[in-house]
């Protein structure tokens, strides 16, 4: 699951390769458990935490929302077994996520440590464009403190 | 009210637009996970445990078939979400404990979870450190959490997977004869539920757990 490839001996460390604009967020992004405190909000999770779930889920699914329903077309004969599938398996994203929180992203706190993992696993396999991706990430800044 | 725009904040929102705009799922889809993952608790498998206490047919049905008793909590395990899962739910088992045989639950392979009955997991459970440690050395483990079970408890590590979840059915303690269903439910936390902690009247919250690396790397 590594970028470098995992075939060698267990103990070896996987090497993952940073991304800038994920590095800049790790770096300077603001957790919410600072966040909280400063503003004197009690709630544990961020309120995007059930979004980004909602994005994994959904990244798992694929459109069809349910695996379920993809594996009775399947079984139909009307899919191919590959478009079952969703973008990013959960499986794949766990296992991601596990190497990543424990080097890249080890001193990031959940769940914005999630979050980078999530991006990182979509930018590496060019589901998303990092450029693209820093982008709208100024554009959303922009957006949201327009007001 | 936090009156600042994090990065985090930017960089969930940027991802779902980008995915959405790619193709990798749509707006209707996120808005129906979201949704599902907004009102998802412990409260309904509390509450389960709680009638099964009360009810000596009702922790039968929970014993033999927790996928029916699930219906009387309100959650209907086989269709969730109402619109469907991307995880196999195929199976919901209720753990009974009782005086010498104590069960805890853990997914050594990621994290699954029964959350339509007991909402997303903690930080902790999610963790190669618990999930591989858990196995090995559950007497230890479990007193990390402040549950220090007698040698004469035997601990059973339920594997979670994609097929089949769990939930533990705690013994009900000594101290709360005589109470109703909502006081009942109120003291089996989810860390009951998860088997890292015995109910107890007084006690209706989950301890902070402290997150711990592993000392090897994770490689899958």
């Not at chain 1, 600072?34 to 995007?48: E, H, I, R």
Request: charged share 25%.
């Amino acid at each position: 699951m590594a970028e470098s490839g995992n075939s060698n001996a267990a103990a070896e460390v996987p090497k993952w390769t940073p991304v800038p604009i994920l590095e800049e967020i790790k770096e300077h992004g603001r957790v919410w458990e600072d966040l909280a405190s400063q503003y004197g909000v009690t709630n544990p999770d961020p309120p995007w935490k059930t979004s980004l779930d909602g994005i994994c889920e959904a990244l798992s699914a694929g459109s069809c929302s349910s695996v379920a329903a993809a594996e009775k077309r399947w079984l139909d004969g009307r899919v191919d077994r590959s478009s079952m599938d969703g973008a990013l398996p959960l499986l794949e994203r766990r296992w991601e996520e596990d190497e990543l929180s424990e080097t890249l992203y080890q001193d990031v706190p959940f769940p914005e440590r999630q979050l980078l993992c999530l991006a990182h696993s979509l930018i590496k396999r060019g589901l998303v464009n990092e450029q693209d991706l820093a982008a709208r990430m100024i554009e959303v800044h922009e957006r949201l403190n327009a007001a | 009210m936090v009156e600042e725009v994090s990065d985090f904040e930017a960089l969930e929102i940027a991802v779902r637009e980008l995915s959405i705009e790619k193709g990798l799922f749509t707006a209707e889809d996120h808005r129906r996970f979201t949704e599902f993952a907004e009102h998802i608790g412990p409260t309904p498998a509390a509450r389960l445990v709680a009638k099964a206490w009360l009810d000596p047919e009702y922790k039968k049905l929970c014993l033999t078939d927790a996928i029916k008793a699930s219906l009387a909590v309100g959650v209907d395990w086989l269709n969730p979400t109402g619109f469907g899962t991307p995880s196999d739910y195929t199976d919901l088992r209720v753990l009974e404990d009782t005086p010498t045989m104590h069960h805890v639950v853990v997914c050594t392979l990621c994290s699954c979870y029964p959350r339509p009955i007991l909402g997303f997991q903690p930080e902790w459970y999610r963790t190669p450190n618990y999930r591989r440690r858990l196995v090995r050395w559950p007497r230890q483990v479990l007193a990390e959490f402040g549950l220090s079970l007698p040698a004469e408890v035997e601990i059973r590590v339920e594997d979670s997977n994609q097929k089949c979840r769990f939930i533990v059915m705690p013994v009900r303690p000594a101290g709360t004869e005589g109470w109703t269903e909502d006081q009942l439910t109120e003291i089996v936390t989810r860390d009951c539920l998860i088997g890292v902690a015995l109910p107890r009247p007084g006690m209706t919250t989950n301890i902070p757990l402290p997150v711990h690396q592993p000392a090897k790397p994770a490689h899958h």
